[in-house]
Structure formats: C-alpha cells, structure tokens
C-alpha cells in the first residue's frame, strides 16, 4: 500500500488496496484456525487501521479521493467495494483519533502521541535516503 502512488489508474490503486487487504484477510484466517472461528469486520477492521497507521502510504486522503471520483461506480461493487469502504472508514478513524475514541485519558493520549512523535522524529534522523531521492 505504501506504493499506491507508483499506480496511475484508479483501478490499479484499488488492486494495490485489494491486494493489501487480502493479505490481512489470509493473515487473519490463518490465525484464526487455531480458535475454530471464522474472522469477521470487527477482526479485519483494527488490523487494517494498525497496518495503516504502521505503513503510512503517502498521500492516502488524495488516493481515496481519486478512486472515488474516477473509479466506474458500477465496477466498485462487492469485495472491492467492501474493503475500499474499511480504508476509508480506517482512515476517518485515524484522522479522528483522540483520547475519547480510545478510551483513555486524555493526558495518557497526549503523553503517547508526543512519545510516538519523538520515535518518528528519530526514525527520519537515522534513515537512509530512499533510492529515489537525492543525496544531500
């Protein structure tokens, strides 16, 4: 999903959004084997919003928006519509957050954002620049 922006077309930013969530699917049913239960929307949903937050594909508002308006209505139907429809909701759900929807406290929620913020700050530091950029 981090590569959705290499695709031009929205069908093809839906196939890397399908593929995505495919693998969550087959990730989930293979955990799930073990406790003889089929996974379901509330099992698929929190893992796509962790994976969203984890990947943090760039420009995912603008991506969603774009399939949105220049995807064929008539063909976003069935499994595409239904995953398409948790990314989004994944992501309003990401927007939206704050101490109230995770039920904690809003000082803990503070307290967290701002350590997850230093980690991200020291993750930029450290990286290596990717292939495509240049060189400082």
């Known amino acids: 999903v981090q590569k959705i922006n290499a695709f031009k077309a929205p069908r093809e930013k839906l196939l890397c959004i399908l593929n995505c969530c495919r693998v969550i699917n087959n990730l ?4 799930s084997m073990s406790e ?5 929307a509330d099992d698929f949903l929190p893992v796509l919003i962790y994976v969203m937050i984890k990947a943090n594909p760039p420009q995912l508002h603008s991506n969603l928006k774009f399939i949105q308006l220049y995807r064929r209505q008539a063909e976003l139907v069935s499994e595409a519509a239904y995953y398409f429809t948790n990314l989004v909701s994944a992501k ?3 927007v939206d957050l704050d101490a ?3 039920s904690i406290d809003e000082t803990e929620f503070q307290e967290s954002m701002q350590a997850a913020r230093l980690v991200i700050r020291e993750t930029r ?4 620049p990717a292939l495509d950029e240049p060189a400082d």
């Open 28 to 31: 989930l049913l293979n955990a």
């Open 36 to 40: 003889n239960r089929v996974p379901g």
């Open 92 to 94: 309003s759900f990401i």
């Open 100 to 102: 109230k929807s995770l």
């Open 125 to 128: 530091i450290k990286a290596p």
